[in-house]
């Protein structure tokens, strides 16, 4: 049986661990030829690359160190996905990070770097993937935005701003490559199970006196109301839908995997 992605190119930024890597993951899998980037210790990307090579049937997934902050070297990792790969169909733009703070106290550079990086990025990397993909005539945009791209917590001003814009940038690109073989859409995810947000469940336990199940239920996940984390299979298995043959018609969507936390 054919492969969904069978000769296909995706390049995924922020695919050395969590969200990233599964996407990569599942898009190796089927047939894709996938190149990494994100930061992260040597041995971690080693074996992000090794794990995705496999899935590949080579030693290792190419990989690119490419700053998300800057944009000459987002320009750079396009141009050599295209180069060495021999194209570049798939675009998921995943790369992000958080700081947590009240606004009057948050730090300038903190915000303007989680502003390029979550944000700016997607722009940048759009815009030197789009023409390439338009000749070629197919072409997938996957933008992870978050479920606070379409809702607001407090102290969280620069994430949720850059993830409300990566779903306004996903709408504007639809509707400008509406009439061509290309799409754009944007995920939403709740609060994923990754080793970044897990760590966050014991200091509420400590904070509210609490067994660590209590703390993530009710404070942590207190606004997702299946009360458990999201997989990072389960957004693969919405980003590998999204980049296959038959979701042509799927365009400027901001699909939500947050266990029900935007209908409330």
């Known amino acids: 049986m054919t492969r969904k992605l069978e000769g296909r190119v995706a390049l995924v930024t922020g695919s050395t661990s969590g969200i990233g890597l599964a996407i990569a993951l599942a898009y190796a899998a089927e047939g894709a030829k996938v190149m990494l980037n994100g930061f992260g210790k040597p041995e971690a990307i080693a074996e992000a690359r090794a794990k995705v090579g496999a899935a590949m049937g080579v030693a290792e997934a190419p990989y690119s160190a490419a700053d998300m902050s800057k944009p000459a070297e987002i320009r750079a990792m396009v141009a050599e996905c295209q180069a060495s790969l021999g194209s570049l169909d798939i675009l998921v733009n995943n790369a992000g990070i958080q700081h947590v703070s009240p606004v009057e106290e948050f730090p300038e550079e903190q915000f303007d770097r989680i502003i390029a990086i979550n944000f700016t990025s997607n722009f940048h990397a759009i815009k030197a993937a789009l023409p390439a993909m338009k000749a070629k005539g197919f072409g997938r ?124």
């Open 141 to 264: 945009i996957i933008n992870v935005a978050s479920a606070h791209g379409l809702v607001a917590s407090p102290f969280k001003t620069a994430y949720v701003s850059a993830k409300h814009a990566v779903v306004g940038l996903t709408k504007s690109v639809a509707l400008e490559v509406a009439r061509t073989p290309v799409t754009c859409n944007a995920i939403c995810p709740g609060f994923v199970r990754t080793p970044l947000a897990e760590a966050q469940v014991a200091p509420l336990a400590a904070k509210h006196n609490v067994s660590e199940d209590k703390a993530l239920t009710d404070f942590l996940l207190e606004r997702q109301p299946n009360k458990r984390w999201v997989e990072v299979e389960e957004i693969a298995e919405g980003a590998l839908y999204l980049a296959g043959p038959n979701s042509g018609s799927i365009n400027g969507t901001a699909l939500s995997i947050d266990g029900g936390w935007v209908a409330q």
